[in-house]
């Protein structure tokens, strides 16, 4: 069985999506965190009013920052040869994408999880449980952890 991370992304729109922040959490509990620059001003009317009021005023870093970060997060928690990114949104997978350069590493494999993989009312019930509210990256990528059903088929 692969390692699994469970990744969510927040982004400014969905006509022409930029990162605006990042959050990983391994089945087995490790995190990754980061936050994007940004322009507000490409950000949409939802994200201004939901997913801005969420970040820190922290650091912000660009999108090659981030990569060389997670690939050193990924090197640090690998515990497999093969690690399997879980995502449930295929703007997910567009945004590791433009992170990794289109150059995804080595025996890292991307992965959708559709309704049979993820019990969402078990999401909704772990943002309400942990009082974290939904529109945050690492917030998110918990919640999936959360709510994985525990099994996957066949990883190729």
């Not at 939901?50 to 981030?66: C, T």
């Not at 997670?70 to 690998?78: D, M, P, Y």
């Amino acid at each position: 069985m692969p390692q699994q991370i469970f990744v969510d992304t927040e982004f400014t729109n969905f006509e022409s999506p930029k990162l605006i922040s990042i959050g990983l959490v391994a089945l087995s509990g490790e995190e990754f965190y980061a936050e994007a620059e940004y322009n507000q001003y490409e950000c949409s009317k939802f994200v201004q009013e939901y997913v801005i009021p969420l970040l820190s005023e922290e650091s912000k870093y660009s999108l090659h920052d981030i990569r060389e970060r997670l690939l050193r997060w990924i090197e640090l928690v690998r515990n497999e040869e093969v690690l399997l990114i879980c995502y449930d949104s295929e703007y997910d997978r567009k945004m590791l994408e433009k992170i990794f350069e289109f150059q995804k590493p080595e025996a890292v494999l991307l992965r959708n999880l559709g309704p049979c993989y993820i019990d969402a009312s078990k999401c909704y019930e772990f943002h309400a449980m942990n009082k974290q509210p939904e529109h945050h990256a690492l917030h998110d990528a918990r919640a999936l952890r959360y709510a994985f059903r525990g099994w996957l088929r066949k990883v190729r």
